[in-house]
């Protein structure tokens, strides 16, 4: 099981990049979406759905590898694509919207404003997830807004 909850963790070994794991996770993750919204998938709902499990099961697998690896270790990028996916949410297959987000995102999770830095202070694997989980909200109103008034 220990396995499975590495492989989670690292979104099958890209935590193990020496440097900028999580902006790789996350990229991987923009180009996933944007190629399944290509392909006719790009409906809110199914978003919705694999959003909420990412964020579930990444919880439950960050939590368990902390004891070993220690509190939201560098190698734990499941956070950052569960933060990608809800940034992605219902936002028009346009790349560079996905490109906007994508940096909209990395903002938010590396400044931490807007009491992001607090979501830390959960402790455990929610507290891993809920800081990016909270700066892919602050990235999709943003985009939302973009969006929403034709702005791009």
Do not use: H
């Not at 996905?98 to 909209?104: F, H, K, R, W």
Request: charged share 15%; aromatic share 12%.
């Amino acid at each position: 099981m220990r396995l499975i909850y590495r492989l989670i963790s690292t979104c099958l070994g890209i935590g193990y990049t020496p440097k900028g794991g999580g902006t790789v996770a996350a990229v991987v993750c923009c180009v996933a979406w944007y190629l399944s919204w290509r392909s006719g998938n790009g409906f809110l709902w199914p978003q919705l759905l694999i959003t909420l499990g990412i964020t579930m099961i990444g919880a439950l697998a960050a939590g368990k590898m902390e004891p070993e690896w220690g509190e939201d270790s560098y190698r734990i990028v499941i956070d950052e694509v569960a933060g990608m996916c809800l940034t992605l949410c219902g936002i028009p297959d346009r790349w560079t919207l996905v490109l906007t987000g994508l940096v909209l995102f990395r903002f938010f999770d590396i400044a931490k404003p807007l009491y992001i830095r607090r979501m830390e202070e959960i402790g455990g694997g929610w507290g891993v997830m809920m800081d990016d989980v909270l700066a892919g909200m602050y990235a999709n109103l943003l985009l939302q807004i973009v969006v929403f008034f034709n702005l791009w």
